[in-house]
């Protein structure tokens, strides 16, 4: 199923748990599935399914936990990786969501902007300081790597 | 720390983190197939129903429809035939074609008046055509040995001008133009007076 993995990634780090993440997923290809006859052809069908995906999220109210469920230990493989996806999930949701969405699944600010509703300059300025707190959440780390 | 070190850095530990997909495809798969199977058993019940009322329904309507036509045609519209007057060879008549004089006596007894009667073809099938007189109005009735399951079936369907019953002695079908004419009455009380009738 193209470009599942991607959006199960994603709904990981936006619900913080993972039994959440699989049911957005799904909610997320279903919704698809039954409104595939809004799709039109030779447009991004992967921003479209990130649509999808953010508009369910919203819709459905879903909060994060109050307490992260511990998701990043369990995935993370080594202890950088680790300290940066928990530095990730202590972002601001809009922050991280701005993150996720250019940085690790690649889209561009603009497609990123037409996927959330958002106007590109909220998304560059979100992404901006995203980057910032990560580099200062990160930085005992980055200095121990220099030491 | 520059942003694309940073970027590479946030991408390689994300993207490595194992995402297995395959519970959620699944449970996708089994929701999408979910409502194709209730269509598929929804469709192939239609399908079914379909097809059994064609098996049953058009034996009936078509001998009726064809009755009807015959009747208009015949007694409507009165287009020359040779009719029988004499109950007797009336009665030889039916003997001939398998029903029995007694359903013939059974139909005097409904208060109709037999007139006269001949042979006819309805639907590729040889029927005695009767016709009765009541109050000024005529009345057709065709009857023929029963061709199906010999079981009374106890109802008389059709409405209006025109009803139809089997029982095991005959098939009837009867047919009334003129106005206040109920043809469903008159094969009612035929109904009743062949069940009197020996098996």
Partial sequence: MPHLAALLRVARRLTLDPESAEDLAQETMLLAWRGFHGFQTGTNARAWLFRILFNAFHAAARKPPAVASGLSGVQAKTQEALEIAEALDALPIEQRTVLLMCVVEGFTCREVAGILDLPIGTVMSRLSRARQELRQSLAPMAKEAYR | ?199
């Fill in chain 2, 1 to 199: 720390m520059t942003d694309d070190e940073l970027d590479q850095r946030v991408r390689a530990s994300i993207l490595a983190e194992e995402v297995d997909a395959s519970r959620v495809a699944a449970s996708v798969r089994n929701q999408i197939r979910k409502p194709r199977r209730v269509a598929l058993l929804a469709l192939a019940a239609a399908a079914a129903s379909i097809a059994l009322a064609a098996f049953l329904w058009p034996q009936i309507p078509s001998v009726c429809a064809a009755a009807a036509r015959d009747h208009e045609r015949e007694i409507v519209n009165g287009e020359p035939r040779r009719w029988l007057t004499d109950l007797s060879a009336i009665d030889s008549l039916a003997e001939k074609q398998g029903v029995p004089a007694s359903a013939i006596a059974a139909l005097g007894t409904t208060g109709y008046r037999l007139e006269r009667g001949r042979l006819c073809f309805l639907k590729k099938q040889i029927f005695l055509h009767l016709v009765y007189t009541k109050g000024g109005s005529q009345y057709s009735v065709y009857l023929r040995s029963p061709s199906g399951e010999p079981s009374f079936s106890g109802s008389v369907r059709g409405g209006g001008n025109l009803a139809y019953f089997e029982t095991n002695h005959v098939t009837a079908v009867f047919v009334a133009h003129a106005p206040g004419a109920d043809a469903r009455a008159f094969a009612r009380a035929s109904a009743m007076a062949f069940q009197g009738l020996p098996s």
